[in-house]
Nanobody, 129 residues
Framework: QVQLVESGGGLVQPGDSLRLSCVAS????????MAWFRQAAGKEREFVAG????????TEADSVAGRFTISRVNAENTVNLQMNSLKPEDTAVYFC??????????????????????WGQGTQVTVSS
């Protein structure tokens, strides 16, 4: 079992960058598939980016590809989301999620929020001029 804590959100202008971090306050993240999801007001939660355990294969949603990068530092029990060239439509609460085990179809499984057993409390990102 893991307890996830996100940080790094805030209010920025279009074009700015932010780096979100997710730390396990309990447990070890090295054996978990990790992902970031986001939920804008009045909308469903959507996949942003995901990363495998050891070889760190990553995948991102089309809406953020080329702008957002997910990474992990297992020794620090941390997963990060570097967000560049932020747009107003990126405004949302961002959630870190963890799923134990390995998936034969990672690129499909990681995009479904039902795959993930553990969630953080979320951090607000607001992009506005």
């Amino acid at each position: 079992q893991v307890q996830l804590v996100e940080s790094g959100g805030g209010l920025v202008q279009p074009g700015d960058s932010l780096r979100l971090s997710c730390v396990a306050s309990e447990g070890t993240l090295s054996t978990y598939i990790m992902a970031w999801f986001r939920q804008a007001a009045g909308k469903e939660r959507e996949f942003v980016a995901g990363i495998t355990q050891s070889v760190s294969i990553t995948t991102e949603a089309d809406s953020v590809a080329g702008r957002f990068t997910i990474s992990r530092v297992n020794a620090e029990n941390t997963v990060n989301l570097q967000m560049n060239s932020l747009k107003p439509e990126d405004t949302a609460v961002y959630f870190c999620a963890a799923a134990p085990g390995y998936f034969a179809h990672f690129f499909t499984a990681v995009r479904a929020h039902t795959t993930f057993e553990y969630w953080g409390q979320g951090t607000q990102v607001t992009v506005s001029s």
